[in-house]
């Protein structure tokens, strides 16, 4: 599940993001540094130059909605290990703090495994996360998912993935965009991404009995093909930004280089999907609301 992080991309941030969306651009001016004591990341708020999008506008970003308070779990292409909408693992629910919305509620368990001794309990989305290759014109997504944790005394060792921005082709499975829970050396939950130590460091803690929101942006390249991820994280109601490897914007290879290279040449190899879930170490259970792919954050949001 590890990766390496790449070396330094000569480009700046402000220059990689230039385009991502049609109508928003992401401030960065020291004014809109905020203070982020409460989970430990360090952070800036996302500011948007001009004023609050349209349902209309958000539409038309968006590439995916799984839409689970209306549509269940019928937005998915894929339910692994387990084809039946209702069956073992897949339960939909009342929302925990209530408001009358319908959330999934994934429960992993001994023998709910696929390809190994792992027990799991995801969804995955069409193949949709797409190269030049493929007719994607710049390769940046925004995915974002909303979470409820449960209370638990996790060990030393126990991760669980919840969710991964790009599965499959063109590397052998994940790429670097996994992103699962583990133990913080306090106590309590933070999130890893692609099982590397180093990449969110201890940093980011997910509190337990509330909905956090989460938001990845990246370009889906090899690092040779300009690829970056960035993160954000929603835990109290704003949304702060999580560093990778010491930067906002980290220059890393979202996809394990070497493996299927040929996809940035040939558009017959298959895109990659995204998965949300429970997929770990120990069987576990967590409540997911909101399921976004998009061309830009505010699409993407899963809290709104």
Not at 53 to 79: M, V
Not at 171 to 188: D, F, I, K, T, W
Request: aromatic share 10%.
């Amino acid at each position: 599940m590890g990766e390496s992080p790449g070396s330094t991309d000569p480009e700046s941030g402000e220059q990689r993001r230039g385009g991502l969306t049609r109508r928003r651009v992401i401030m960065t001016a020291a004014g809109v540094i905020a203070t982020a004591a409460a989970v430990g990341v360090a952070t800036r708020i996302p500011e948007w130059l001009e004023d609050e999008p349209t349902g209309e506008d958000l539409a038309a970003d968006r590439i995916f909605d799984a839409d689970i308070n209306e549509r269940g779990l019928s937005g998915y292409a894929k339910l692994i290990p387990d084809d039946n909408r209702e069956g073992l693992g897949y339960h939909l629910v009342p929302d925990p703090v209530g408001g009358g919305r319908q959330v999934v509620r994934f429960t992993s368990q001994p023998g709910l495994t696929l390809g190994n001794e792992f027990p799991r309990s995801m969804v995955e989305t069409e193949p949709i996360i797409k190269a030049a290759a493929h007719g994607n014109d710049n390769d940046v997504y925004f995915n974002g998912f909303s979470i409820y944790v449960l209370d638990d005394d996790f060990e030393q060792d126990t991760w669980i993935t919840v969710f991964t921005g790009g599965y499959g082709p063109p590397a052998n499975g994940a790429s670097l965009l996994g992103l699962m829970l583990v133990r913080h050396p306090e106590g309590g939950l933070m999130l890893r991404m692609g099982d590397d130590p180093q990449l969110l460091g201890d940093t980011v803690r997910v509190p337990t009995g509330r909905w956090v929101g989460v938001i990845q942006a990246y370009k889906y390249a090899y690092e040779s093909n300009g690829g970056w991820v960035e993160m954000w994280i929603n835990t109290d109601g704003q949304w702060q930004e999580v560093q990778i490897n010491g930067e906002n914007q980290a220059t890393l290879d979202v996809m394990r280089p070497g493996v299927t290279d040929g996809w940035y040449r040939d558009a017959s190899v298959p895109a990659s999907f995204s998965r949300i879930g429970v997929y770990g170490s120990r069987p576990y259970e967590a409540f997911f609301a909101s399921h976004r792919i998009a061309r830009s954050f505010d699409a993407a949001d899963p809290l709104r």
